[in-house]
């Protein structure tokens, strides 16, 4: 018999709308990935009796119930006291727990508000679960075989708890076949060309295939429990898409990156433009970015192309800012001047203001500058600014991958 | 007496955490604003039994039940047989639903398939409501002064279905108070301190507040029906907060940041180390940031401390990249190289490496030069390194408007 999971979740901001509940897709795809799916879920007011309703229903339905919100310090403890009177426990107060507190505070050189001494009471009888990025910590209490779980609202404290303790205590408990999950990161394809050029790969029953259109790129998502013919699917769609795909799995652009720049050796720069920093945000997101990355600039202006990155005044008015020959001379100039090995330039027009009918909104110009070569596209994205700078920021990541490898 | 309102979201990708609920916010959001906040929302999959459990429980528990998903043409119908069978009623053919139907697809050129003949299908007694860019009509029932909608899953066709019917349907019949819903924004205190400040602010039975801690700082949420008991409270809130407040309602730092350098029309660059881009990424997400931002570094090697910001190789040594003294002269820097009216700087330890016993992970430093002054602060922020790297760059935008108000 299939496990039944139920999500409690708490907040009056997520019923008002001023939340969205990432939370439950968050949970949803860890629990997916344990073999523990959710069967269903709750969100109700920050309010006792409701606490109290909701929790009598799911924990009689369910044998997992896991509950999020209304633990901070000032919750006044609602969530907690229903929970202990719920299973007739009285709260007690945990010295481990309150040196934890105090010790956040202290990192923090901050006296300790006499408020918090609350997230030290813990009902009797139940487990409080470290939590190394806030002040309150998680509960754990099992009865009749039954689990349940209250965490903080707040994603990362939320997240912190179950990869740190949750996540062991349900796969220990539940020895489930986990789902096999694989990915195939393609890219400068759309949905339904690559569904076209796949249409003759066959897909066995036992195996699904997702479509994930992301932000600018397409990610297949191949599962089951079969590993030998999640295998043989996979190897069918990287021949046939190898041209477009560029990663796996959970790679990114910027992890890609750092595992080709570090393994040759390389140092890079960066001059960006209607990106206005993306481009360097996400390659120095990987911690030990610096092995590589010397830095870069953001040329929001004329004259900081031209005096920051070299690039010749004649360029910028005949060709114009947005151009592949001034972002030649940005990826080479940002090399030259950083003294790196590789040199990368994106210029382009965001939007919602500065399109024209030969430069719409959305044409992104890009350079590669190395020792050997200068490489140079153009690319008219759709989307809104948010998204236009996104795709750019991550294509030419890519691009600098996908024509090194192509080189070797 | 208040009426409850709950929602029922049919999805298993909601609950495998494909997709994020946005249907529910949404919601929520219309809901609240035409005064009839959301009660109570349950997420369950797409089976039968499961439906009909749900659909017991929440009609009999609510005034307003509004079902979503499910009502696609490749969903078998379920749910609608579902709904009929639960209020006893049998499924009968609606010619003007079959004309719509065919009519979307006559208006795109596409034959009819004969499976959209199912979705002209609606329950007797049922209201069938027009959707007008989707093939699914939204259902709508009343029995006992209750009211019960079902809406196809797509947002698209959700939202079009209430702002076209739902919302004037219930306006109409609860001649509602809409919910008034006001934000103050804070910075550099944790939530526990400020509620210790706010302890004596009197906030009455009628308004409610929330506490809403984001990655870095914490919301206050003040919201009721009384316009004057809200601005009431609000100004205390205003008066004893005011050391930390630094926006309201929808403010983020970088649209407070582009009022204040067009209303004082000044230029702005930014030399960032650890933050990597983000602060440039944040500031160039408003729309027209080109007005005031230059443009700025990201210097993550101290050669490009040393030679694009002028910062003395001396400073480096005595004190350190990461340091008050190596943040001033990096401010100082870029504002002269970039020709700036004013300069930020960022330097700190992002993590997971780097950290020491005098300046652990989460160590940063900020600068702020401007022709009259250099200031200068450090903050040891805890969490991960994307968090880390988040509040550094929402630290130095407010740092930089706070300390501008101060001045002022």
């Not at 229903?57 to 310090?73: C, F, K, M, Y």
């Amino acid at each position: 018999m299939s496990v039944k999971v139920s999500i409690i979740n708490i907040g009056n901001e997520l019923l008002l709308g001023r939340t969205v509940n990432t939370n439950l897709s968050w949970l949803g795809n860890q629990l997916a990935e344990i073999g523990l799916p959710i069967t269903k879920s709750v969100t109700i007011q920050d309010d006792p009796q409701e606490i109290q309703n909701t929790l009598r229903s799911e924990w009689r339905q369910n044998d997992i119930v896991i509950i999020t919100g209304g633990l901070g310090p000032t919750d006044d403890d609602l969530t907690k006291k229903t929970i202990a009177d719920f299973f007739g426990k009285k709260l007690e107060f945990r010295e481990e727990v309150w040196m934890d507190v105090q010790e956040i505070f202290t990192r923090r050189s901050l006296q300790v508000p006499e408020i918090n001494r609350s997230q030290a009471m813990v009902p009797e009888g139940f487990v409080a679960l470290r939590n190394t990025v806030g002040t309150a910590p998680g509960l754990y209490f099992t009865q009749d075989g039954k689990s349940l779980f209250a965490l903080p609202g707040v994603p990362l404290e939320m997240k912190n708890l179950f990869e740190n303790h949750i996540s062991a205590i349900l796969k220990n408990k539940y020895q489930c076949n986990p789902v096999i999950i694989r990915q195939i990161r393609t890219w400068n394809i759309s949905e339904s060309a690559l569904a076209e050029k796949l249409k003759d790969v066959s897909i066995p029953e036992e195996i699904k295939l997702a479509w994930l259109p992301q932000t600018g790129r397409v990610d297949l998502r191949i599962y089951g429990y079969d590993k030998d013919l999640i295998e043989k699917c996979l190897n069918q769609i990287r021949e046939i898409a190898q041209e477009w795909v560029w990663g796996e799995d959970e790679d990114t652009p910027q992890t890609i990156l750092y595992e080709f720049l570090t393994k040759k050796n390389l140092t890079l720069a960066v001059a960006e433009s209607c990106t206005g920093g993306l481009v360097q945000q996400l390659i120095t997101s990987v911690p030990g970015a610096s092995k590589y990355f010397n830095g870069g600039i953001v040329s929001y202006s004329n004259e900081i192309k031209i005096n920051q990155l070299k690039v010749k005044s004649e360029t910028i008015d005949k060709s114009g800012a947005v151009s592949v020959e001034t972002a030649a001379e940005m990826a080479l100039g940002v090399r030259t001047e950083f003294k790196a090995d590789i040199g990368i330039s994106v210029t382009g027009i965001a939007g919602p203001e500065g399109g024209s009918k030969e430069k719409p909104v959305g044409t992104v110009c890009f350079g590669i500058s190395d020792k050997s070569q200068l490489l140079t596209t153009k690319v008219v994205f759709n989307g809104t600014r948010d998204s236009i700078r996104f795709k750019a920021a991550e294509f030419v990541i890519i691009y600098l991958i996908k024509s090194s490898r192509s080189q070797a």
